[in-house]
């Protein structure tokens, strides 16, 4: 008997007390399904369906959810777990990797799809606070370049922008204030990211260079007035965010600005994102203030995007931290 058997089997009302810790897996199996079958949650619905993937998050964290049950309950979503539908692809990871350039600019653009039996599913992605910080942190980066551009006068701001993705904040920034001075180097370890952005930026080949390497292997000779980094270190582990912040410090100029984001811990989209395995680590203010201190960074202040679920840790270069 399959898995799904098995679930359909523990459906009887009148279930044996000894499966009654299966239950609730069965109960989630059948309300997803029936969410599927209805072509998505309406916002009317959200709550109830965030309600019951955070106890599924809990059930997973807690141990008592078999990766084999999660998988059926991902199944009972059917095509909304495909490649047609955000959720979707954000789980199946087409570029092998959470959060790709793809998946960033879908969001950043409010893509949907067209069919619309799956259309709600990708209305109920959007509306995550996670994705709206996102969107929100795309608006942060394009006000700190501006307001930075114009402290700096005439003369060309240089923004370092680590794992850059898909450069739409960078584009739409060119394209609204065309006569900012101010040139970004961009750097992404993958090319199919590069390439995305490369045509995005096609419009200002003298405002924009593309730099592929991992991040963490980054060398450049120059100094940076801005280092820039969003949508990477909640991928790393603390050891790893204190030694790419030293080197973004390295890569600052003595009067220049390191700012990255980092999901904060207050994140009321966590599950869903679990959901999709779009795992993070979060962190909260204070944490990120005692990783900059441990990489030697003084933090001048940890902002937060108006979701309050993206944090953005700013800190002053230091004109003598040795380069990693
Ligand atoms: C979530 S996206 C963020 C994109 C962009 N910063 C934004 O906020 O729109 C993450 C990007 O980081 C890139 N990336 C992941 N690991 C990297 C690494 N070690 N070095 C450079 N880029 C990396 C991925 O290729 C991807 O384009």
């Not at 599913?121 to 942060?140: E, G, S, T």
């Amino acid at each position: 008997m399959s898995l799904l058997d098995t679930l359909e089997t523990l459906a009887d009302v009148d279930q044996p007390p000894v499966l009654t810790h299966r239950a609730p897996a069965q109960r989630w199996q059948q309300s997803l399904a029936a969410l599927a079958q209805a072509g998505g949650p309406t916002p009317e619905q959200y709550p109830m369906l965030q309600q019951q993937l955070a106890h599924i998050h809990q059930a997973r964290m807690s141990g008592k959810l078999s990766p084999e049950t999660l998988q059926a309950l991902r199944h009972a979503l059917g095509a909304a777990m495909g490649m047609a539908t955000l959720q979707g692809r954000s789980w199946l990871k087409p570029y092998g990797y959470a959060g790709d350039f793809q998946v960033i600019d879908d969001i950043y653009q409010e893509v949907r799809c067209s069919d619309p039996h799956l259309r709600a599913w990708d209305d109920y992605f959007h509306a995550q606070p996670a994705v709206k910080a996102v969107r929100n942190r795309k608006a942060y980066f394009k006000a700190l370049v501006q307001s930075a551009a114009r402290a700096k006068g005439c003369r060309p701001l240089k923004v370092l922008n680590v794992a850059s993705g898909p450069c739409r904040d960078v584009a739409e920034l060119l394209a609204e204030c065309p006569d900012l001075a101010v040139h970004f180097t961009c750097v992404d370890l993958d090319e199919q990211a590069i390439a995305h952005a490369r045509h995005l930026c096609a419009a200002w080949p003298e405002h924009v260079r593309f730099l592929r390497t991992n991040a963490l292997r980054l060398s450049l000779p120059e100094r940076f007035d801005l280092v820039w980094s969003a949508g990477l270190l909640d991928y790393f582990s603390d050891p790893l965010f204190v030694r790419l912040m030293r080197k973004f410090m390295s890569l600052a100029a003595p009067d220049g600005e390191v700012v990255v984001g980092n999901f904060s811990t207050h994140n009321p989209s966590l599950a869903y994102q679990a959901w999709a395995d779009w795992l993070l680590i979060h962190r909260s203010p204070e944490q990120l203030r005692a990783l900059a201190a441990k990489a030697g960074a003084p933090v001048s202040q940890v902002e937060a995007e108006p979701e309050g679920v993206n944090l953005f840790l700013r800190m002053r270069a230091s004109a003598n931290l040795a380069p990693t």
